[in-house]
Nanobody, 124 residues
Framework: QVQLVESGGGLVQAGGSLRLSCAAS????????MGWFRQAPGKEREFVAA????????DYADSVKGRFTISRDNAKNMVYLQMNSLKPEDTAVYYCAASQAPLLFTTTRRYNYWGQGTQVTVSS
């Protein structure tokens, strides 16, 4: 099993920044990719960004490219999401997820473990 705990959410004005953190524990050796997803009220959970656990390859949703950066610290078993130039439409619960799949996927069903989520609210 892998346990994931997110932190760093909060309320920020449009144009501001936040950094989300995700602490992984347990059988982290089984993880190949880490991802961030978000879910706004009344909407489906959507892909935001992902990173390979060992190699550093990344992928981003078009809506966040150039504004968000995903990174990881293997020594600390941490994954981060730096969010800049935030917009009201970025408001959502953000979830950290871990995938044991051998390739980077952007669909929720490819991720085996999920955190509890952290709320991000961007005011206009």
């Amino acid at each position: 099993q892998v346990q994931l705990v997110e932190s760093g959410g909060g309320l920020v004005q449009a144009g501001g920044s936040l950094r989300l953190s995700c602490a992984a524990s347990g059988r982290t050796f089984s993880i190949h990719y880490m991802g961030w997803f978000r879910q706004a009220p009344g909407k489906e959970r959507e892909f935001v960004a992902a990173i390979s656990w060992s190699g550093g390859s990344t992928d981003y949703a078009d809506s966040v490219k150039g504004r968000f950066t995903i990174s990881r610290d293997n020594a600390k078993n941490m994954v981060y999401l730096q969010m800049n130039s935030l917009k009201p439409e970025d408001t959502a619960v953000y979830y950290c997820a871990a995938s044991q799949a051998p390739l980077l996927f952007t669909t929720t069903r490819r991720y085996n473990y999920w955190g509890q989520g952290t709320q991000v609210t961007v005011s206009s």
